[in-house]
Nanobody, 120 residues
Framework: QVQLVESGGGLVQAGESLRLSCAAS????????MGWYRQAPGKQRELVAV???????DYISSVKGRFTISRDGAKNTVFMQMNSLKPEDTAVYYC??????????????WGKGTLVTVSS
């Protein structure tokens, strides 16, 4: 069983910063990537940032230059530093872990989500 525990959400004003953390535990085989998704009210869940096991990262265009994703591989933990937050960043942020099972197929695990609210 794999568990993801997120922390770091909260209420901030526009222009301020937050740091999200997600710790993965359990029977984890080979990690393909870890990432953060978000879902705003009335919108679909979208991928915000992802980092591979080799520490290659990618971001959606709206957060490039403001958000930074990083990993502590030894602790199976992923972080996302969010700077210059905007009201449109308001959403529930979900941690995602994709692993490769011994037979070669991928499996996705999700955290319960942490709410980020940015006031104008």
């Amino acid at each position: 069983q794999v568990q993801l525990v997120e922390s770091g959400g909260g209420l901030v004003q526009a222009g301020e910063s937050l740091r999200l953390s997600c710790a993965a535990s359990g029977n984890i085989f080979s990690i393909n990537h870890m990432g953060w998704y978000r879902q705003a009210p009335g919108k679909q869940r979208e991928l915000v940032a992802v980092i591979t096991d080799g520490s290659t990262s990618d971001y959606i265009s709206s957060v490039k230059g403001r958000f930074t994703i990083s990993r502590d591989g030894a602790k199976n933990t992923v972080f996302m530093q969010m700077n210059s937050l905007k009201p449109e960043d308001t959403a529930v942020y979900y941690c995602n872990l994709q692993v490769v099972a011994p037979l070669g197929y991928t499996m996705n695990y999700w955290g319960k989500g942490t709410l980020v609210t940015v006031s104008s």
